[in-house]
Antibody, heavy 120, light 110 residues
């Protein structure tokens, strides 16, 4: 079973860019879709978007203007950048292997998550 | 406020059965399959149910899902104290063009 590990700075200043990486081990990222999902403190889950290893992406419309996802096949990892962050972007960020196909949607497995705080 | 509506909390005694509901609309639950996730305290969500009523390897058959119209339910039978967690439903919304989740339901096993 593939294991996912998110990494990145735990603290980002307002208006700056958040950059996170998800490294997969125990399996290849090829031929799968990968999503980023976040969870604000004490709140529910928010899907940020997904990418596949051909560079095809789909983003949450509410975040679309600030989000970029990409993959590094040689390093078996998926990246997320979120521009112009505010306090509202403080959350635990998860990466997950995703099935989003027609009527089917599910996420499995998930990484352990990484906490990002936006503060000056 | 989440697109999918779940009760904030449910509770039941050990050994009993509990049902967690997830209400949506024709553009999400009404036209797509729902997946369910368990989030234990200080842990990442874990997939419980996907597609019609499939369980990943390792998920016991005490967990089952169903759908009727624009609502879905997760049933947990033979409750155990280890089932205490937050449970989330999720699906694709064809109108919003994004994945949507419920606000989560906190299960307490009394």
């Amino acid at each position: 079973q593939v294991l996912l590990q998110e990494s990145g700075p735990g603290l980002v200043k307002p208006s700056e860019t958040l950059s996170l990486t998800c490294t997969a081990s125990g399996g290849s990222i090829l031929s799968y879709k990968w999503s980023w999902i976040r969870q604000s403190a004490g709140k529910g889950l928010e899907w940020i978007g997904r990418t596949d290893t051909t560079g095809n992406t789909k983003y949450n419309p509410s975040l679309k203007t600030r989000v970029t996802m990409s993959v590094d096949k040689s390093r078996n990892r998926i990246s997320l950048t979120l521009k112009s962050v505010t306090d509202a972007d403080s959350a635990v960020y998860y990466c997950a292997r995703s099935t989003i196909l027609g009527v089917l949607t599910w996420f499995d497995p998930w990484g352990q998550g990484t906490l990002v705080t936006v503060s000056s | 406020q989440s697109v999918l509506t779940q009760p904030p909390s449910v509770s039941a005694a050990p050994g009993q059965k509990v049902t967690i509901s997830c209400s949506g609309s024709s553009s999400n639950i009404g036209s797509n399959y729902v997946s369910w996730y368990q989030q234990l305290p200080v842990a990442a969500p874990k997939l419980l149910i996907y597609e019609r009523n499939k369980r990943p390897s390792g998920i016991p058959d005490r967990f089952s899902g169903s759908k009727s119209g624009t609502s879905a339910t997760l049933d947990i039978a033979g409750l155990q104290t280890g089932d205490e967690a937050d449970y989330y439903c999720g699906t694709w919304d064809s109108s919003l063009n994004e994945v949507v989740f419920g606000g989560g339901t906190k299960l307490t096993v009394l």
